[in-house]
């Protein structure tokens, strides 16, 4: 969220030292118009642009100058008529780390739905651009050695190798990356806050608000901390504080996101009366997969030829996990538990090949952004032999604690951090983020990764924070709740109050499917 299941759900990180490098003399950020890439919808008003900032922000003799990224920022204009669009934009913070804002011409689709869904958009304008190491960054680093053993490491149930592979692969790719000239280690919350800073000053608006999703929201911390007077207000949508033990707390968290589908699955005579008792059968059917993996081949996503995907227990569990970020994803989880426990084999390969698509799939996303913001921000300051070891204290998850630590994604950040320059870590990654400004919190109660405790222990610090909680929902409010946008829009006019809508009591729970014929 470290055999394959820590890469496939997203969750790792190693680091040493402790004193921060002195900045450099700071540079004026270069904003150039550019020809968008893709076609925009005919009533909207788009503008593209180019911003160069230095990759290596600190003093680093060991490192050099650096390169300079070329990072892409979309402003898509409000679209209010009878009235001039609101000062204020809002920024989007994309999660991840890694994960580009969408702004590739197969993906920004998405974006024109949204705004034309969504009524905040209509008086402000959304800006979207691709963090340092994700998307269409020019130039990106990468790791195509991490994604080339992605098909292998799903086709094996061993711990060990698949460690190793991954190992070898990150060492592979940090020799290269270093060897062409790049810097990983300049790749974190501290120096992305430094472009939000340089995107806002190029931009020239009076303040604006960030809205930050999943890592994003880590990333407004951050930013927040470092450059408060940019900013109007924040959302926090799925939030990652930077004072939680994230990985130490992994087991426990996904033990809870199940337990919350089990409890919620009882409650409803429908779904109790079709499935039984819904924890036991997941828990025997996990340790009959882990006794006796499934072994399937299947099509090759790139094509030529068939793959082999092995499916034991963990990998089982790695994909619930990865269908309780979102609401109509939730309500499938019965079902899809029942059609593995009574090996409906069709269905299941249908279920991996979506599986296999969303894995290998994601040219956008930045492996490298991810591991040196985990290996510098997370790891170092978790107890990885105590993160992989309190799997053990819940049945259904010991089988991701077969390989121990070795077989975590510790054994792979240390790797990572072996082949790159000592890097200082810095205390405040740690640390809470303090502040007044208006802030208002999202938490769903079926995340099964940012769960509602984060969100409580972020709010926690700030003294004009609002925190409202979504029954029904996982991982994303803005992208999945129609509530969740009004009582955004609500907020944007008038930040120094909490927001109400009639709309949050109505909140329902999930509406679980019924076994298939």
Partial sequence: MQNVVWFLRIVCPCLFGIAAAPMAAAEAPHLAKADCWFDAPKERTVDCYRLTVPETRASDVSVGPGKRLGLPVVVIRASETGEEARPDPVIYLAGGPGDGAWLDRERIGWWWDFVASTDWTKKRDLILFDQRGSGLVDPRIDCPEIEKIAIDVLAT?????????????????????????????????????????????????????????SYGTRLALEYMRQYPGDIRSVLLDSVLPPEAQFLEDDAATTDRAFRMIFAACARQPDCDGAYGNLEKRLTALVQRLDAQPLVLERPSPEGGGQIKVAVNGALLISRLFNLLYNRADIESVPQLIDVYDRDRRDEIERDIDSFIADYIGRADFGDAMFMSVHCQEEVPFNDMAKAVAAYRRYPLLTGLAAGGEAGSFAATCATWRQTLPPQPLRQTDTEPVVSDLPTLVFSGLFDPVTPPVYGRMAASHLVNGFYLEFDGYGHDLIGNDPCANALYEKFLDDPQSPPRDSCLGRETPP????PLK
């Fill in 157 to 213: 149930t061993d711990d060990v190798a698949a460690t190793a592979m991954q190992s070898q692969a990150a060492a592979a790719c940090g020799k290269r990356l270093l060897a062409e000239g790049f810097n990983p280690g300049a790749y974190t919350s501290h120096d992305g806050a430094a472009d939000l800073h340089d995107i806002f000053t190029a931009l020239n608006v009076p303040a604006w608000n960030v809205y930050g999703l």
């Fill in 511 to 514: 509406d679980f499917l019924l």
